[in-house]
C-alpha cells in the first residue's frame, strides 16, 4: 500500500554491512531523483544521497567525507528498488534511515521537497 517501503535494517556488528532496499512504488519510481536520509539520535533527518533516472549521484559533503566511500547508492529498474550499501560501519552510522523520492536531485536534497517517503528502517551500529 506504501509508495516506499524500506528494509534491510537492523543490529550489526562495527566492521559489518548492511544493504537497506526501498522498494518504491510505480507512481514514486517515476521521480527523477531518490535517495536516501538519515536521522541520528537526538539530530534533525539529514539527506545522505541521491540518484536520478539518468544516474547522476548526489551526496552530502559531510556524508560523503565521512563516509570515505564505505557506501553506494544504485537502483534497480527491474525491481524498482533502490539501495544503500553500508559497509564498514561503525556507532556513527546508527539511526533511522529513510527512502524518498522528488521531482528533482535539489529538490530531494531539501527533504521538504520530497514527493514521497517511506517509514524509515533501524540502523544500530553496536557489538
Known amino acids: 500500500q506504501e509508495d516506499l517501503v524500506e528494509s534491510g535494517g537492523g543490529l550489526v556488528q562495527p566492521g559489518g554491512s548492511l544493504k537497506l532496499s526501498c522498494v518504491v512504488s510505480?507512481?514514486?519510481?517515476?521521480?527523477?531523483?531518490m535517495g536516501w536520509f538519515r536521522q541520528a539520535p537526538g539530530k534533525e533527518r539529514e539527506f545522505l544521497a541521491s540518484?536520478?533516472?539518468?544516474?547522476?549521484?548526489?551526496?552530502?559533503?559531510d556524508y560523503a567525507n565521512s563516509a570515505n566511500n564505505r557506501f553506494a547508492i544504485y537502483v534497480d529498474d527491474a525491481q524498482n528498488t533502490v539501495y544503500l550499501e553500508m559497509n564498514y560501519l561503525n556507532a556513527d552510522d546508527s539511526g533511522v534511515y529513510y527512502c524518498?523520492?522528488?521531482?528533482?536531485?535539489?529538490?530531494?536534497?531539501?527533504?521538504?521537497?520530497?514527493?514521497?517517503w517511506g517509514q524509515g528502517t533501524q540502523v544500530t551500529v553496536s557489538s
Open positions: 524518498a523520492a522528488g521531482p528533482s536531485a535539489g529538490a530531494l536534497r531539501l527533504g521538504a521537497g520530497a514527493a514521497f
Open positions: 510505480r507512481r514514486a519510481f517515476s521521480m527523477e531523483s
Open positions: 540518484v536520478t533516472r539518468s544516474g547522476v549521484r548526489s551526496w552530502d559533503a
